[in-house]
């Protein structure tokens, strides 16, 4: 016999001067390797039509599908129901703006931080198309694309303090963005280039070192040593910088 | 309303659209991209495996040119392509791919000296050249001569998308994410723009351009097993269809991919294959080589799927609650393979299936996976039917892909094309002066709050948007398959004629305020009917077997009468099927058709024509 899962889902459409914001019961019976992205998709098709949830690539690679399930920011369709108590409580994840029930702006989010971390290569050579490629050792190709796994899902920032705190703060994938940059033999920014990107408390001196982000990352990025790394890079610049001056 | 005025708007924020966003872009114009999800979402980053270009840096490669792809993409084909364009394709990949470096992708690297490679399950040796320390490496895939598939580990579409979306930002392309285009603006004669419903509060917005794009990629979600992401369901091809004048090419050449998952349907990639995995039966029996003692598991896609699907009709199927399946055998490859050039394949198998592919078998079986229709284009990218609408990616049938694209050609497509595509597209915006025409548009989006306002009341029935639609997917899985046949096709077209009749008498059942997921999903859907009949209806047309549209009734590659492409339109809204037109596949030809090499090899040949 299989379960009868309960499932707690947050509502609310702001677009509808009827709907508050409130929690629905919703249950479901539970089948062979059911996962959330089974589970809500079922419930939006058989139960409540209008509920918004996101989900797009279905198997872990997009990042579209972060919520907080069960007090836990997380992917939902790499979440199997069996690996989950009877009663799951879904919410939305926090920091970004609500679209809807369990949907959320990630979009504009992330956009502002290419532009705030100019999230793009800075070199002044020009491409030759008639040349063979320049090289690279295969070790900085694999320590970068390391660092450019990041779905961009944002499960770092809602679990993230200091995120919740101060609207300003760029967060763990944005730190990790940078971090991607500064190893890229190709970028010619140099450390104080980035000191004026992250040297402060918006970027990697605002950051509490509790590694929330870390954990919860389902990438498994490597996201404390980044932050180590770049605290130790940026102590030195700020360092040097005050030496010079 | 709001309206937003671009000079080069671009329905797609994938690797197709966003390349050739940035070619009109550098060339000083204003772009906007629409996309459903944030641009790193879009699909192309799902693709795991890789982008075929000849740069044979590797020792494998050694010897490549665009001559030997040429070649390969043209037998891939199964000659149902248009050779000129797949010259095109073969020529630029190798400075696309360049580029691609140059902008940021971490591609993997030759390392020189001794490695080991698996084929068929037997180890091998090679030495890579010191000379070559550096450059672009590059992995064996399906159907091709040489090793030639560029990769970063196995997440290259997503390392390319997150390099094509930053060059964006850099660039000052604007993404519009959550904004579905819903209806083209245009006057049969030409296009200036779409009608969009912005998928953060539900309402409607107006985009006028010079030059709109459709790259909007597959619409594998018409079929109920597909590896595509959820997004990918035809909604902007179905604007395509909506007019009357523009044509999809080829819908009825649809690839199944060999290794889906058994029975979430995602795809592991066939750079499993490529590095040496194997496919096992019930009782853990190689096969393949039986069927194919060339080419074994790396022959083409529409090949391998076909044996897998004929030796488990032959018994030798693992039987599972899920339907039958196949085993795919990596683990000769090692921990250290596995879970750093596979990472992606190993952590699928570890979260969906809970099988650890270092010591266990993959549970796998042929899957939908691309679609070779699409909106067609001329090869300069400019659709059929409208000026000023161009398509890219894997929305187009541009055509280098013929009845059966090989892996790696796809996701280098869409770079490929993008650049070329987007530089016609610079080219066309030169010289163009556009009239916005206020009556047209006001008409248009009345049309289209007309429709939301019927769904949501209900005028023209109860339907329920969902079970139409899953009618639709069933019908289609039933029918035009791996398999065809006469009778299953007339069955199928049968069953989505009744399908199409419903889905105009869809009605909510939610109120369809603000985003609305259910609004979304019935405004497209029979136009999604539409194109299952494209697909079902030109299958039992076409009389032959090519690449991947393979009738047990008609086994034979027939050029005599089939070298031809399929153009399927919707002349009519009140139609009940679409009408069917034909041109030649090819008007240059470089390799006259011949033998693949693999797969079947009966073939009706052209020169039988009776004079
Ligand atoms: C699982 C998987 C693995 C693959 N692996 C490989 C591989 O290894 N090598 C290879 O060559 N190919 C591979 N492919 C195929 C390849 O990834 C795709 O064909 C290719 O990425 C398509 O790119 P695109 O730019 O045309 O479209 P996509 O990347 O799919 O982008 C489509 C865009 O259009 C937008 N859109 C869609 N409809 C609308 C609308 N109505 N309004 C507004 N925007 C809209 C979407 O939001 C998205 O931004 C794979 C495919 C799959 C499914
Ligand atoms: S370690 Fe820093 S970035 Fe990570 S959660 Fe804590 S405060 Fe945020
Ligand atoms: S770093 Fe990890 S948790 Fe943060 S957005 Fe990227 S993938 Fe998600
Ligand atoms: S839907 Fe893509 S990661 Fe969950």
Redesign the interface.
Known sequence: MSRLLKLNIFRY????ELSMPHMQEFVLEET??M?LFIALNRI??EQ?????F???????????CGMVINGRPGLAC?T?TRDLPGEITLLPLPVFKL??DL?V???TW??EM??KT????HTN?I?D?T????????K???A??EL??C??CGCCIAACGTARLREDFLGAAALNRVARFLI?P?DERTDRDYYEIIGNDMGIFGCMGLLACEDVCPKHLPLQNQLGFLRRKMGITSIKRLFRK | MQTVYTDFLVVGAGLAGERAAVEAAEAGFSVVCLSL??A??S?S??AQGGMQAS?GNSVMGEGDCPDVHFADTVKGSDWGCDQEVARLFADTAP?E???L????V??????PGKSIYYKGGKQYEKVEAEEK?????ARSFGGTAKWRTCY??D?TG??VM?TM???C??KGVE?H??TEAIALLQDGETCFGVVARC????ELRVYLSKATMIAAGGFGRIYPNTTN???CDGGAHTMCVGTGVVPMGNMEAVQFHPTGIV??D??VTEGCRGDGGTLLDVDEKRFMHIYEPEKAELASRDVVSRWMTHHMREGHGVKS?YGEHLWLDIRHLGAEHITGKLR?VY??CT????VDPIHQLIPVRPTHHYSMGGVRTNKDGAAYGLKGLFAAGEAACWDMHGFNRLGGNSLAETVVAGGIIGRKVAEYLEGCETEFKTGLINDEVGRQQARIEALISGANGSEN??KVRAAMQEALHKGANIFRTQEGLEKCVAELQEALIRAKKVG????G??????LAAALKLEGQVKLALMIAYGALMRTESRGSHNREDFPARNDRDWLTRTLAYWKKPEDTLPTLEYEPATTVVEIPPGDRGYGHSQIISADDKKE
Request: proline share 6%; with cysteine.
């Open positions: 459409n702001p677009e509808d062979d390797s996962t939006r098709e409540d039509p209008s509920l918004q996101d989900f797009c690539c279905r198997a872990g690679i997009c990042g579209s790499h199997k679209v809807g949907s702006d990630t979009g992330f956009r290419y532009t100019e999230s793009w290569i050579k491409f198309p040349a063979l490629e320049e090289r690279m050792d295969n900085d190709a694999v970068i694309y450019e796994r779905v961009e890229d190709r | 999800v944030p790193r979402r699909h980053s799902a740069l400075i791919m360049r580029r470096a140059h902008w940021g971490p591609w993997n690297r030759v390392v320390e550096g450059l672009i490496m970063t580990s997440g997503h390392a997150c979306d930053n060059r930002a850099e993404v994410d959550k998928l953060r509060t539900g992401a959820v997004i029975p979430t995602i795809l609650p992606e952590e699928i979260s969906f299936l809970g948007v969902y909510l059942r939610s109120n305020k603000g985003v609305n997921p259910e």
